[in-house]
Structure formats: structure tokens, C-alpha cells
């Protein structure tokens, strides 16, 4: 037997390359502009994907169905928050010789949402009008809209 095609034991082939002390890529090295190109250089497959609203703020973000029904082709619309209530908001925080910024601060809201429920314009959330009854003391939602909101014990 010759030494060219000897085999000792091993089931490494002449055409196999081990390669010691490589190690994998750290996640970090792999999004960097270098790592992007010597890998398209390589021909590996690359798979880039954009997360939707990363690091964004999703608590104020209107109805889960809004994007179906943007989609629509029919003409429909958002609910708007109704005009008879966006008064009724006003003169109540007026009462209380409060400013738009100050009823935020009382709800914990930012000013512009506010502005937008006393313009008719925001989309109602049930949590926020929710705050504001009970920072401006006045029924927002149901058929008492406008009466002092009602302090007395819960029932059961």
C-alpha cells in the first residue's frame, strides 16, 4: 500500500479540510455592513427583514380591524369620538380651570391626545375616556353624557 492513498484508521479524506480554532460569528458581526458583503462575496444566502414598528410605542394605537379596514375598498370610516361628548369634555375641564395639558397630566396621556377627543377627531378608546371621567368627574360614555359622575360605593 502506498502512503498516497493510506488511510489510517480515520474517516478524514483526502479531499476533507478540518480547520482549527474558527469560531461561529457573534450575532453583532453579522449585522455589520463587512460581515453583509463578505457573505454576499461567499454567495451565502442573506435574509435581511425590517421589523414593523420596533421600539415604537403600540399602547395608543387604535383597533386591531383598522388595517382591514383601511384595506377596504368600500367607503367606510373610523368611529370618531362624538361631538356632543368633546363638548361636554371641554366645559368640564374648563370648570375645573384646567388646561389641555393639565388633564393629560391628570390621565396620564400625552396633550395631543386630549386635543384630538376634544376636536372630534381622535378614534375612542374605552381606557382613556374611562380616565377622563373619572379626572373631570362627568359621565363621557352611555346615556348620561354630560351628569356628574356617580362617587358612591361599587356594586356587586
Known sequence: MSKAGANFGGTVGWDEQTVIGKRAPRPGELKSESAIAAAQR???AIDTSKKY???NNKQHEAAKNTAILDRETEELHH???DK?????MQQ???AKEWT???LARHINEKQQVVNEYEQSKAIP???VLSKMERAL????RGKDIGQPLSTGPKKK
Request: overall charge positive.
Open 42 to 44: 461567499a454567495g451565502i
Open 53 to 55: 414598528a420596533a421600539g
Open 79 to 81: 368611529e370618531r369620538v
Open 84 to 88: 356632543d361628548v368633546a363638548r361636554v
Open 92 to 94: 368640564a375641564r374648563i
Open 100 to 102: 389641555q395639558a393639565d
Open 125 to 127: 378608546n374605552q381606557q
Open 137 to 140: 368627574g362627568v359621565k363621557l
